[in-house]
């Protein structure tokens, strides 16, 4: 048995799980006598020949657990026998700073047990797996049982009765998103594509790229605005026109010389995804201290754009599962440069979607989650604005194009000394 799968083991009992359903958490958590209480609500609709398990990831390794985690779940959608449901999951230990873990949650008929255990037995053999197997204790639904299958054959399995939760104040993502899904230093990111560099070739030629250390740059002479706001806002639009009206020098982020590995790092998890883009910022900070030595710099998305992604995935449902205004997931990284103004284009959603239409590229995954998921766009949006740091203002990027460079020249003028 892995030391990491061991380790959180020692306080099995007081974890707390959530699926999710249909973008919704619901949370559970273990007792070991039963008070009459109702079964939590994802087990309320069950039927006693229901069987459900909960396979979670505790790879030691967070490179080959991140990596594990979608195969998993494209190797169970592969194997699993028809009509098995299969949904995300998580567990984590509350108000504990990375205590949380993410697997699958199955539902499947009695009959394909045997077939299911062989297949999760056999995908825990290549990388440690924490499973549980969920039981009707009684003929009417409403008492389930949590069975975690005994991590060595001597020992017995411990069964919980599975009861509701309330639900925590945010989602419990939260707990483990520094330096996971959020990278709050260069060295954090740098260190992912170090240790990825066995499993993903490419991840040289990225660190390439990356300045030998953060020598501190002195503060750009002139100002800097970044311009963030969804795909399709009319940020390259904008950041063009205004390159032209104050002969500023045009950067984005991620930089230009990251192109060539962009397409392959989106396709990799959050972990190395989000480690991607926070080089990328670190790159395109370097090229703002030099040019900002020379004229005014516009940066065509930023910070803003990599945490507030990366937030807004990590969690699920609506607004108020992200974490609170004021968390430290949301605080400015200390070593990263930061811009005189950051101006955030805003539209809804209809006029977004009919320029998306009109404009007609193709859209990373994330930009088309956004169009799909509402839930999704609200988040990033909230996030945003909750973003600390460079004094954030937002645009209404519903007027024409002149209109909206107008307004953002007056905001300029007023904000940095022009
Ligand atoms: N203010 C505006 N009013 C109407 N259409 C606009 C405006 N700004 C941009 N567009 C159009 O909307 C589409 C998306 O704009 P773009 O600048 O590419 O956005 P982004 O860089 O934020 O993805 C483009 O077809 C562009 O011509
Ligand atoms: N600095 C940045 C820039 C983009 N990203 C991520 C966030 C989203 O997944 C995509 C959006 O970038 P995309 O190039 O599709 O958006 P635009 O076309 O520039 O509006 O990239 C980031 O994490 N950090």
New binding site residues.
């Given amino acids: 048995m892995a030391k990491h799968a061991k380790s959180l083991l020692s306080r099995w009992s007081s974890r707390v799980f959530l699926v999710e359903v249909d973008e919704k958490p619901l949370y559970f958590r273990l007792q070991e006598r039963h008070g009459g209480e109702r079964a939590p609500r994802v087990f309320g609709r069950l039927r006693e020949a229901d069987r459900c398990y909960s396979v979670l990831v505790c790879s030691g390794d967070r490179i080959k657990g991140a990596k594990f985690y979608p195969e998993l779940r494209n190797k169970l959608a592969r194997d699993l026998p028809p009509g098995c449901d299969l949904t995300t999951m998580g567990s984590f230990l509350p108000r504990v700073r990375d205590s949380f873990i993410r697997g699958y949650f199955l539902k499947s008929s009695v009959e394909y047990s045997p077939h299911i255990e062989r297949l999760l037995r056999d995908l825990g053999r290549r990388e440690p797996l924490l499973v549980c197997s969920y039981t009707a204790a009684d003929g009417g639904g409403q008492l389930w049982t949590q069975r975690l299958w005994s991590p060595s054959q001597d020992e017995t399995p411990s069964d919980y009765f599975v009861v509701s939760s309330d639900e925590p104040e945010c989602h419990p993502s939260a707990l483990s998103m520094i330096n996971n899904d959020v990278f709050h230093s260069f060295e954090e990111a740098r260190d992912v594509f170090r240790k990825c560099g066995g499993i993903i070739p490419e991840a040289a030629s990225v660190l390439e790229m990356l300045p030998g250390s953060l020598e501190v740059c002195q503060k750009p002479k002139f100002p800097v605005i970044v311009i963030e ?10 950041t063009e026109s205004l390159r032209d009206s104050l002969g500023a020098t045009l950067l984005r982020s991620p930089p230009e010389c990251l192109s060539p590995w962009r397409a392959l790092f989106d396709q990799e998890p959050p972990l190395i995804r989000r480690a991607f883009y926070a080089l990328g910022n670190y790159i395109t900070a370097q090229q703002i201290a030099q040019e900002g030595m020379k004229t005014p710099v516009i940066v ?1 998305r930023f910070w803003h754009s990599t945490a507030a992604y990366a937030i807004a995935t990590a969690t699920s449902g609506p607004v108020s599962s992200l974490p609170q205004g004021g968390s430290e997931v949301y605080g400015w990284p200390s070593d990263l440069l930061q811009p005189s103004l950051v101006l955030l ?1 805003t539209l809804d959603a209809e006029e977004r979607k009919r ?2 239409k ?2 007609g590229l193709e859209k990373t995954d994330e930009e088309q989650q956004l169009d799909r998921n509402q839930l999704f766009r609200l988040r990033v949006e909230e996030a945003y604005r909750r973003i600390s740091g460079p004094p954030c203002v937002t645009v209404d ?5 002149d209109k ?1 460079l107008q307004e953002t020249l007056l905001l300029i003028r007023s904000n940095c000394h022009l």
């Avoid at 706001?229 to 904008?238: C, Q, R």
């Avoid at 990027?397 to 194009?401: E, F, G």
């Fill in positions: 706001g969804l795909d399709a806002t009319g940020k390259t639009t904008l065509d284009l320029r998306l009109d404009r990027a519903s007027p024409s194009a909206v």
